[in-house]
């Protein structure tokens, strides 16, 4: 496609040049065609008018005026000179009755000559061609041998029956066509030096915008809008082109950002929706998987309580215990997978106000009390003053319950200790944290712990039944209420911690 484009370039000053220094050389030959094939015609069919016109000037004078006296005579001279015509008026006989050429003189005489011949002879030693003829007078052109002239004669008869003889010289057609050509060279040359000093000014003007627009054009080209073509002073039809570019740049600006902004909706789109399925997949997995072994168990109890593989008491109870232990582990699975979904949809329902939270964190060591006694565990909580905090009191009370569950089930160590804290960061925030003894968490596995479905140790998290999904849920719960949350390990142990308001 690009190939296409590859072609030599000619500027436009060049062209302009070109056609001028063109249009001139066609001028000049066309004066050259002009003079050569048409200055002959137009040369004599001059000098005949202004010889048709002296003659009829005399016909009229003779006829209104006194025959051949000082007024005529004066008259004749006057027409002479206007005309460039010399002028004879004889009888019908041959006698010269006026003349505009001095007596004696030798073109006088020739004239005689010449009209003698034409009168008498009706021919004479010139060559001679009839260009004019009317019922009164003719015009001819000679030319003579001697002389090495031509000469245009016109004769006819006026008022009184006369003779009016006529005769101009004319000087050989190809001189003055030579003369005239040399001056249309001349003419032409200065004419060309001219119109190239022209062609440049005029290329110059007209090439400078429109390079400005060539260049805007391969900035636009290039997705670069910043360049802006500026209007003259007087402005003309290039400066309505470079105004139209600027506004399609400002469009075609626009119209590619909107287009880019569209893309990254869409691609963001398109990732969230990937981001989604993959989430969809990995949530039916991990569901799949927590579900499979509860239900596995409490299958083959259930099967066995049938089948009466057992007559002792004690069997059946054990049997019936690990069927129920079963079913409360999947209902509290289904439970916070609800209550997480419904949080993730916006579906949840908050009622921030201001309470004590030292109620709710006593509740949830009371309801934990048998599992603290057998296990040994002690908690470690100062809940005799008040603690004022704002935020939804069932769902921090969510959270508290999940870190404490959490807690109590990897407690370890000599002296297993559970310790709730509460205190105030700064003036606006209060950190809750739960503490307990026992082993650190893995570095690596920090910062996936409150991803849904997460366990660093899925063998021990089988083991007290926890489903990875109550951290996933206190974050959730967290971001809702505009709490931070978080977990690091101790010496000698893991604390973790919300922030809320007071």
């Avoid at 909107?258 to 990732?271: G, T």
Wanted: glycine share 8%; net charge negative; aromatic share 10%.
């Amino acid at each position: 496609m690009k190939e296409k484009f590859k072609k030599k370039i000619t500027s436009i000053r060049t062209q302009i040049v070109l056609v001028i220094v063109f249009v001139c050389f066609v001028s000049i030959a066309a004066s050259f065609f002009m003079n050569n094939v048409f200055l002959r015609r137009v040369y004599l069919k001059e000098r005949m008018n202004g010889m048709l016109s002296a003659f009829n000037s005399i016909y009229d004078a003779g006829a209104y005026g006194s025959s051949y006296d000082s007024d005529f005579a004066y008259g004749l001279e006057e027409v002479s000179l206007r005309y460039n015509v010399d002028i004879i008026v004889s009888s019908p006989n041959g006698g010269v009755l006026i003349t505009t050429q001095s007596e004696g003189g030798q073109l006088l005489s020739r004239m005689m000559k010449r009209m003698y011949s034409m009168l008498f002879s009706g021919k004479g030693e010139e060559k001679k061609h009839i260009l004019y003829s009317e019922d009164n007078c003719s015009i001819e052109q000679f030319h003579d041998k001697e002389m090495g002239s031509d000469f245009l004669v016109l004769w006819g008869t006026l008022f009184d029956g006369n003779i009016l003889f006529m005769q101009s010289g004319i000087e050989p057609i190809e001189t003055s066509a030579g003369v005239a050509n040399r001056l249309v060279f001349i003419t032409g040359i200065i004419s060309i030096l001219i119109g190239l000093i022209f062609a440049y000014m005029l290329g110059r003007r007209l090439t400078k915008p429109i390079m400005e627009l060539s260049n805007l054009s391969k900035q636009m080209a290039s997705l670069d809008f910043d360049a802006r073509y500026v209007s003259r002073d007087i402005p003309n039809e290039i400066d309505v082109l470079g105004d139209n570019m600027n506004l399609m740049s400002e469009k075609l600006e626009d119209t590619i950002l909107e287009l880019k902004k569209a893309n990254l909706d869409l691609q963001n789109d398109v990732e969230k929706l990937s981001e989604t399925d993959k989430k969809r997949r990995e949530f039916l997995s991990a569901v799949s998987h927590e579900l499979k072994t509860p239900i596995a168990l409490i299958q083959g109890y259930a099967e066995g309580l049938s089948d009466g593989i057992s007559n002792d008491p004690e069997d059946w109870k054990f049997y019936a215990d690990v069927i129920q232990d079963e079913a409360g582990r999947m209902n509290r699975l289904v439970n916070e997978l609800l209550s997480l979904d419904r949080l993730e949809e916006g579906k949840g329902e908050f009622i921030i106000e201001r309470f004590d939270i030292v109620p709710v964190i006593n509740s949830i060591i009371e309801k934990n009390k048998k599992p603290l006694s057998d296990g040994g565990i002690r908690v470690e909580f100062d809940g005799e003053k008040p603690f004022y905090v704002i935020s939804d009191e069932f769902h921090t009370g969510q959270m508290i319950e999940n870190y404490f569950s959490n807690a109590l089930h990897y407690v370890k160590g000599d002296e297993k200790i559970i310790t709730i804290s509460l205190k105030k960061t700064d003036e606006k925030k209060a950190r809750i944290s739960v503490k307990n003894t026992g082993d650190n968490i893995p570095k690596e596995a920090l910062p996936h712990l409150f991803e849904k479905f997460y366990k660093v140790d899925k063998a021990r998290s089988r083991e007290y039944g926890g489903s990875g999904i109550g951290l996933s849920l206190v974050k959730t719960l967290s971001e809702k209420l505009g709490a931070g949350c978080g977990v690091h390990n101790l010496s000698d142990g893991v604390e973790f911690y919300f922030d809320l308001d007071f």
